[in-house]
């Protein structure tokens, strides 16, 4: 069965009882019994509810996985994933992972005696020297947030399970679509709901999925007993986008190579990344790795100034958090969503000052560049 097949139908058959051909949204707290030990297969809705569990087939199946859960955030997804690792163990991570991942693991996690080691992942050899007696967990984003680094999942997982190590892969920037960890031997896969997979910035979510099923059930185990549910709604939001996620992605796609393009000729532009530039050092990783791009591409415009001009001075282009919706959305790392981490850390990833990210949407590719152009045109004109 294709991906847009899959995305269509599994999970998402019609209803049993009424054959409705959207997924109900079943808007229950509680299941009524037919007697003391006989249900229909619900309970209590934050240990099951049909429409979740319908997305959660549906995603366990665009990843290639067995199992999925889905949970209020990408926060609380990666958060649950993490209960994995225990008291006294190691945790490596890509040094230039999402703010938010980073706070979590720094000024959380660590304050329960997991120790994490923050590497450069897109060199293999940094990762087998980051390996200790007490790893337990390789942790991923690739392409990373902002700068778009690429990690070889196969040479990483490699690595890992010759030590015993899980791998865990942030796939919320290229979607199952355009990326499928699992098939290059990761272990775990998580997901930000909210963002290509929703596809329309109106519901927040998160995701795990995986094929081992001790540690499924160990995810099943946190999700009921913490509680990090996704809601009925934003359940049913999510198998709504799912549906049209392989037309979006190609979309996605196209535009985003054609705005790459144009911002890596710009004579305001100092720097583009993006990893289906030939300039991007991993390009041909990406190419193998990736069935594409993507939308997501960063440029630096030199100055704090100079991308407050750009930003402040885009009409169409939306200034805002988050990524992956249809339209197209806007930001600046250093302030939004990396603000939590250390102006120094900032510095030496990458994430300057004048770095701007952009998730370029699905509108008319020479409506955003018209956008784009005017905004850059005035950056030497008011700075």
Known sequence: MGFATTAIHIGQEPDSATGAVSVPIYQTSTYAQEA???????EYARTSN???????????????????FAFASGMAAIDATLRLVKSGEHVIVSDNTYGGTARLF?????NYGIEFDFVDTSEVANVEAAVKDNTRMIFVETPTNPVMIVTDLKAVSEVAHAVGVRVVCDNTFMSPYLQRP???GVDIVVHSTTKFLNGHSD???????????????WIGFVQNSAGAILSPFDSWLVLRGTKTLALRMEQHDKSGRVIAAF?????????????????????????????????MVSFDVGSLEAARIVLESVKLCTLA???????TLICHPATMTHASVAPEVRNRLGITDGLVRIS??????DDIIADLNQALDKVNRES
């Open 36 to 42: 003391l030990g006989k249900n229909k297969g619900f």
């Open 50 to 68: 049909p429409t979740r569990l319908a997305l959660e087939r549906n995603l366990a199946a665009l990843e290639g996985a067995k199992f999925g």
């Open 106 to 110: 720094k000024r959380i996690l660590s």
């Open 263 to 295: 911002l890596e000729d710009h004579p305001k532009v100092k720097k583009i990344y993006y990893p289906g530039s030939i300039s991007h050092k991993q390009h041909e990783l990406a190419k193998r790795q990736q069935k594409g791009f993507g939308s």
């Open 182 to 184: 699992l098939d290059f």
């Open 203 to 217: 519901g927040v979510g998160g995701a795990v999925v995986l094929n081992d099923e001790e540690d499924a059930n």
């Open 321 to 327: 958090e988050s990524l992956g919706g249809v339209e």
């Open 360 to 365: 370029v949407g699905i509108e008319d590719t």
